[in-house]
């Protein structure tokens, strides 16, 4: 079974970065995507940041520009750092791997709060 446990969430005020960390329990070379969501109350969770495993990566509108996806192989860590966060960015976020069989795993996630 794949665990990816999330780190690196808190209280942040407006302007502020915050720096999340996801370990897997598999190389991310086994991975064909790894992501972070994240998931406001009372709203749907939405994609903020996924990375293929050519390298490329992908944002949300709402995020590009201030948030940066990144893996470390070595460490089997994937990493987002979010800068400039405003308070629309609070949330729980979400790591997220899909396998090459086609297998989705998910993290337990992590809060962010940023205060206005």
């Known amino acids: 079974q794949v665990q990816l446990v999330e780190s690196g969430g808190g209280l942040v005020q407006a302007g502020g970065s915050l720096r999340l960390s996801c370990a897997a329990s598999?190389?991310?070379?086994?991975?064909?995507?790894v992501g972070w969501y994240r998931q406001a109350p009372g709203k749907q969770r939405e994609l903020v940041a996924f990375?293929?495993?050519?390298?490329?990566?992908n944002y949300a509108d709402s995020v590009k520009g201030r948030f940066t996806i990144s893996g470390d192989n070595a460490k089997n860590t994937v990493s987002l750092q979010m800068n400039s966060l405003k308070p629309e960015d609070t949330g729980v976020y979400y790591c997220?791997?899909?396998?090459?069989?086609?297998?989705?795993?998910w993290g337990q996630g992590t809060q962010v709060t940023v205060s206005s």
């Open positions: 598999i190389s991310i070379f086994s991975a064909t995507t």
């Open positions: 997220q791997l899909t396998t090459y069989s086609g297998n989705d795993y």
């Open positions: 990375m293929l495993s050519s390298g490329s990566t």
